[in-house]
């Protein structure tokens, strides 16, 4: 059944649907998300845009259904972290936050920025003091090497799984099971790829976004 839900959900967000569409009752998509326990289906929204303010004719937000409904469930306490307020950062170092975030460039001049201040306190600082020239030659290889690493990555696709335009995708979604599916680049996942909501694509052999590189870390 979550299954089934979480399809259908992804698949009318693929068709362009408004996450925040509201129904007679003013309830929106996260709310009925919410009475269908399915927490899955919270987090996707949320990443999608839905409004977690949002209130129905009870002027209940999804978190106050939550706090109604939801108490006796074992995992209450993570419904209660994706609904809460996100704190929010440009540049998350643990994990990104269950709301929408853009692709930008400023974490890459703050890498470069810290870099380059890096290699001249090392060249005109600290090397003068040693007075050991093979110091300096050492240092500035190693700088090199990172940064030809450093803009291989920026600048290198992570693998992005492809769409075959000669795949029929009505043929397919009715002849492979939806968890193999991504209904948003309409492709057929291979093993360990995911759908990174950052840059709107699914990478093969995904491990994370890095906001450092301004990509995914992939095949």
């Known amino acids: 059944m979550q299954n089934k839900q979480e399809t259908s959900v992804k698949f009318l967000i693929s068709l362009g649907a408004t996450v925040n569409a509201v ?4 309830m929106t998509c996260l709310h009925e998300a919410v009475i269908a326990e399915n927490l899955r289906i919270c987090k996707d929204l949320c990443v999608k845009g839905a409004d977690r303010n949002a209130k129905n004719q009870k002027n209940e937000t999804p978190l106050d259904l939550a706090k109604l409904r939801l ?19 440009r540049c998350p170092f643990y994990k990104l936050p269950y709301m929408p975030v853009e692709r930008n460039k400023v974490h890459e001049i703050i890498f470069l920025i810290l870099f380059v201040f890096i290699w001249v306190n090392n060249v005109f600082v600290i090397e003068p003091v040693l007075d050991v020239y093979y110091f300096m030659v050492s240092t500035t290889l190693c700088m090199v090497k990172l940064a030809i690493t450093y803009g291989m990555m920026c600048f290198k ?10 795949l029929d995708w009505l043929e397919v979604m009715k002849k492979v099971p939806s968890k193999y599916l991504c209904l948003e680049c309409k492709v057929v996942r ?3 790829s995911v759908h990174c909501s950052v840059c709107n694509k699914c990478v093969d052999r995904y491990e994370a976004h890095s906001f450092w590189t301004n990509s995914c870390v992939g095949r």
Do not use: C, I, M, T
């Open 190 to 192: 291979p093993p360990r």
């Open 157 to 166: 696709e992570p693998g992005y799984v492809e769409q075959d335009a000669e």
């Open 23 to 26: 129904n007679d009752l003013g």
């Open 71 to 89: 108490k006796h469930l074992k995992n209450f306490k993570s419904f209660e972290s994706v609904l809460s307020k996100q704190l929010f950062s």
